[in-house]
């Protein structure tokens, strides 16, 4: 079985961003250490490769073992931590408001309109999955971030408990149905293109666009800038755009 081959059976089914890059970095790791030594006993280069990836076994049962040791993020936990960060904002800007820090209409009026931005641009970030986030590699990645976001929009904006009640909740709702329908979304580009190859139609330094099986698909360079006419693998799927490699 071919490297590529071996790696879209083994990652297509992931759908977590974080643990199919780790999975796949750690196997092609342990490919490229056993080819010199192959290389030792005569075969050549494209041998040594073949006969790494099939010493790995059936891609099912090395995902299997590899997914003990990369477990996926949690969504469950990130609702919890949400509800945990929600509750704390809460806290935190009731005694304010009992202390008559928030008096003030302007500043509350500012308070309140940052929340407002704060829960919008949480819940467009959670739909397009693209957005730069602090926490982008940590605690479950977008999904992380956007409860975070969201959180923090819905403790400026509420001024009693019924208020946390209903705003908590349905940004809660809101932000748990876009995830599985993003997931979702994603995972049918993971599907498709996960280590397939294919050529950059114009240099990427940061985004742009490939050519994969006769489709031109919305793109991102894995590291530093790719020319036009570079043949490329898909080595991941971040948010809508494929992340590319140069062969």
């Known amino acids: 079985m071919e490297r590529y081959q071996f790696l879209r059976t083994l990652t297509k089914s992931i759908p977590d961003y974080q643990v199919r890059s780790a999975i796949a970095s750690e196997v092609t790791k342990q490919i490229d250490e056993c080819i010199p030594a192959f290389e030792k006993r005569g075969m050549t280069k494209r041998q040594a490769e073949r006969k790494a990836v099939n010493d790995m076994g059936k891609p099912e049962d090395a995902l299997e073992k590899l997914l003990r040791k990369h477990k996926p993020g949690n969504e469950v936990k990130n609702v919890l931590i949400y509800l945990l960060f929600a509750s704390l904002g809460y806290i935190a800007m009731w005694g304010f408001t009992q202390n008559g820090l928030f008096r003030d209409d302007v500043v509350n009026t500012m308070l309140t309109a940052a929340g407002y931005l704060l829960m919008i641009y949480g819940i467009i970030s959670g739909t397009f999955g693209n957005v730069t986030f602090p926490f982008k590699n940590q605690?479950?990645?977008?999904?992380?971030?956007?409860?975070?976001?969201?959180?923090?929009?819905?403790?400026?904006?509420?001024?009693?408990?019924?208020q946390w009640v209903i705003w908590t909740v349905l940004l809660g709702v809101i932000v748990?149905?876009?995830?599985?329908?993003?997931?979702?979304?994603?995972?049918?580009?993971?599907?498709?293109?996960?280590?397939?190859?294919?050529?950059?139609?114009?240099?990427?330094?940061?985004?742009?666009?490939?050519?994969?099986?006769?489709?031109?698909?919305?793109?991102r360079a894995e590291k530093g800038s790719i020319k036009c006419g570079t043949k490329v693998v898909v080595v991941n799927v971040d948010g809508s755009s494929l992340v590319l490699e140069a062969i």
Do not use: P
């Open 139 to 162: 605690y479950g990645g977008y999904s992380f971030n956007t409860y975070i976001i969201c959180a923090a929009g819905t403790s400026l904006v509420v001024r009693d408990y019924v």
């Open 176 to 219: 748990c149905v876009e995830r599985i329908v993003f997931k979702k979304r994603q995972m049918k580009n993971v599907e498709k293109f996960i280590w397939k190859t294919g050529e950059v139609t114009a240099d990427i330094s940061h985004k742009g666009n490939v050519k994969i099986d006769s489709e031109i698909v919305k793109a």
